[in-house]
Structures are given as structure tokens and as C-alpha cells.
């Protein structure tokens, strides 16, 4: 969650890569992970528990996830990002210019990614337009 919140969205293929390094594979269907179990069953229960979301990447065949709507209901933005840089970056106390400027990236990402989406549609609606035309 964590990853996903720093970013924004992650691609199905990216989030793989991301998540073998840390020596999961989602791809797995049979075996357990020795902490997470069976992992693509608990990412598709994170998806229908609302924490994630998962959507088509429009323009593409790709699936990407982002943040659902019980994310932020359940844990504050404030606490994500003191997690993060505590536990995560390994900071013994939080900093709050370094928090504000975490939070002030994460924002950005986000921004970027919805404009991105934004444009993607409006070239598909283009497209869709010019063939019937």
C-alpha cells in the first residue's frame, strides 16, 4: 500500500516487478508466500474489500491498480506518509519540511497520473469520433 501510495497507479506488470524483488510473484496460482499466503487471492480481496482499485489502463490492454475508497477512510494521509518515512525510509523522527515535501511529490504523481488518463481517453474518444466520421 505503500508503494502504490508514493506512486499513484501501478500497472499489473509493473507492480509483478516491483513485488519480485521483494521476493513475491503475483503470478503464482498455486504455493503460498510465507508471510502473504496465497498473493494473487489476497490482491483480489483487497480489490473487492475496496482498498485497491484495479481498471483497464484506457488506449491499452494493461490493468493498473490505484488506492480504493477505504484506504484513506481507514488510515490518514499524515499517518501513510509518517509510516513511510519512519518505518520505510528508516528516519528516527519525522521531519515535517521532508514530510510536507514527501506529501508535495505524492500529490504531483497523482496529479500527473489522472491528467495522463484524462488525455488517453480524450485520444480514444478522437479515435472513436473519426471513424464514424
Known amino acids: 500500500m505503500c508503494y502504490l501510495y508514493l506512486i499513484g497507479s501501478i500497472t499489473k506488470d509493473n507492480l509483478a516487478a516491483h513485488l519480485q524483488n521483494l521476493d513475491v510473484d503475483i503470478n503464482k496460482k498455486h504455493g503460498k508466500h510465507d508471510v502473504f499466503g496465497n498473493v494473487p487471492a489476497l490482491l483480489a480481496k483487497f480489490v473487492n474489500q ?3 482499485i484495479k481498471q483497464r489502463v ?3 490492454s494493461q490493468e493498473e ?10 488510515i490518514s494521509e499524515q499517518a501513510m506518509l509518517e509510516y513511510i518515512y519512519c518505518e520505510v525510509l528508516g528516519k528516527k523522527q519525522v521531519d515535517q519540511f521532508q514530510l510536507q515535501t514527501l ?5 504531483a504523481r497523482v496529479e500527473k497520473h489522472h491528467q495522463e488518463q484524462a488525455q ?4 480514444q474518444a478522437k479515435k472513436r469520433n473519426n471513424r464514424r466520421g
Open 103 to 107: 506529501e508535495i511529490k505524492q500529490r
Open 120 to 123: 488517453a481517453q480524450s485520444n
Open 65 to 74: 491498480y490505484t488506492h480504493g475508497p477505504r484506504v484513506f477512510a481507514e
Open 58 to 60: 484506457p488506449g491499452t
Open 50 to 52: 475496496k482498498y485497491i
